[in-house]
């Protein structure tokens, strides 16, 4: 099936046509998905996040209502964020997990499965999402020296970073205590290297966002590539890879679940960079990242001196130019290369699910 949609290529104005129109809207993707796998995974951390330490830390958070630091719409997001959807990492884990199936390799622990999937893999996913969730949460700090008399109290300030710190360090200790109860050390070893590459990718955007006035890097689209490989692509990938080693699988289906969940992650944040340019609403004060993927592009094409001349004119520019094609063909292009590891698994409705998120955020108006 998809053999014929990959084979069309990924450049020009046809492109793939399961990628680029047609197909239900990510809310049903997800709803359907989470059908799949057994149960909401807006559910998947409930244990942790109903524990009596979180509780007592959500009783301190709700003294920042009223402020204006960032943890509140941090905490706002987990509640309801139906254009990101938070939980997404878990549920390709999940949905990986029950496409690959059981392994012939190892039969002693298949009463452990439960709608297809082991109880090792569903934990994987809610350690992924813990993960995930305690590095937004840590990401929510503000710079002390960098706050202005508009941003509110300073106490407020310092009260706020506190309780990010410590609900994200809480977070993550419950992540690292249930990766070592799988006791797989080359499930630790993986996870650990995504966690690695988690800091390194935030450390440098974070080094980077206060020079030349927060104007991109001149940096390419290799680069870039690289950079959200480390923030955004590298947990799910890992944590694909991961699930197919607590199934005994094949180190080549080891490698398909790696890379569907790199490619399909890095057509993810394309998806979210371009949606301030091929949205028919909107408008020209739509905020958009100047690091985002049709800018570093525009770059490319423009050259570094003219793009700093026409940076108080960027977003039009950009739309009149040829950084937004490129990236939509760039998404289609990572969307076709998940699509290509998918055909290594067995025809399931777990890889129709998969390759409807892939369809998902590689369509564009």
Known sequence: MWGALLRRGVRGGGGLRCLSSGGPPWSQVVSEAEKIVGYPTSFMSLRCLLSDELSNIAMQVRKLVGTKHPLLDTARGFVYDSRNNLQMRGLVVLLISKAAGPSTAELSFQHDMVSGIYSSQRSLAEITELIHTAFLVHRGIVNIGELKSCDGPLKDMQFGNKMAVLSGDFLLANACTSLAQLQNTKVVELISSAIGDLVQGIYYENSKSHEENCLTDDIGISRWKEQVFLRHSALLAKSCQAAMELAKHSAEIQDMAFQYGKHMSMSHKLHSDLQPF??????????????????????????????????RELQEAIKAGKGVTSA?????CHGNRALAALERFPPSEARDALANIVCAVTRFP
């Open 278 to 311: 091929v949205k028919e609403t909107s408008s020209d004060t739509m905020a958009f990242s100047l690091n985002s993927a049709p800018a570093i592009l525009h770059q490319e094409y423009r050259g570094r001196e003219a793009w700093l001349k026409q940076i």
């Open 328 to 332: 939509i063909d760039l998404c289609r």
